[in-house]
T-cell receptor, first 113, second 112 residues
Framework: DAGITQSPRHKVTETGTPVTLRCHQTENHRYMYWYRQDPGHGLRLIHYSYGVKDTDKGEVSDGYSVSRSKTEDFLLTLESATSSQTSVYFC????????????FGSGTRLTVV | AQSVSQHNHHVILSEAASLELGCNYSYGGTVNLFWYVQYPGQHLQLLLKYFSGDPLVKGIKGFEAEFIKSKFSFNLRKPSVQWSDTAEYFCAVPNQGGKLIFGQGTELSVKP
């Protein structure tokens, strides 16, 4: 699915450092989402956006912040990375509020040491 | 609040065996239902979806799912699995706010 890209694909960082993950879409979709995937937990919603500068928290938002200054970009920031934030992070987009399903990016594997 | 349960965490089958993966959701109103597949090392891809109408939904790669409203279920089936079906499968349903919530996932291993 070329319409959504995540960067970086892999990152190793140290505890306490800030980290920013980027999601870029070319589909002009209104809704964007950040999920984390962990074994035994499936995917859990971190934050989502329903338009430029319009964001809200998901179920596991503590320690994360987001920004969306342009339709095509949705940034996820770990303000001070902890080992519990080691995970695979997926960005998703939709043109309606989830009712039609999402398109996912390829993911970012983040390791906090 | 809406929730989704997948009761099978890891399923191991031989090629040509039949597959059925369970999915149950909690909210009883009008629902849209989805199955996603994640092949090893890849992102989630939509396998099939149900919005309304015929409760038997056909998706890609020979998969199908049946929506049974009275049982709050949306089980995924395939008559004959292949080694290439080895993947993790996720059931998903929108919550009242329209955001997808996912089950814990079922890992399927198909032995050649």
């Amino acid at each position: 699915d070329a319409g959504i890209t995540q960067s970086p694909r892999h990152k190793v960082t140290e505890t306490g450092t800030p980290v920013t993950l980027r999601c870029h879409q070319t589909e002009n979709h209104r809704y964007m989402y950040w999920y984390r995937q962990d074994p035994g937990h499936g995917l859990r919603l971190i934050h989502y956006s329903y338009g430029v500068k319009d964001t809200d928290k998901g179920e596991v938002s503590d320690g994360y912040s987001v920004s969306r200054s342009k339709t095509e970009d949705f940034l996820l920031t770990l303000e001070s990375a902890t080992s519990s934030q080691t995970s695979v992070y997926f960005c998703a987009i939709s043109d309606r509020a989830g009712a039609q399903g999402y398109t996912f990016g390829s993911g970012t594997r983040l390791t906090v040491v | 609040a809406q929730s989704v349960s997948q009761h099978n965490h890891h399923v191991i089958l031989s090629e040509a065996a039949s597959l059925e993966l369970g999915c149950n959701y909690s909210y009883g109103g009008t629902v849209n239902l989805f199955w996603y597949v994640q092949y090893p090392g890849q992102h989630l891809q939509l396998l099939l979806k149900y919005f309304s109408g015929d409760p038997l939904v056909k998706g890609i790669k020979g998969f199908e799912a049946e929506f049974i409203k009275s049982k709050f279920s949306f089980n995924l089936r395939k008559p004959s699995v292949q080694w290439s079906d080895t993947a993790e499968y996720f059931c998903a349903v929108p919550n009242q706010g329209g955001k997808l919530i996912f089950g814990q996932g079922t890992e399927l291993s198909v032995k050649p």
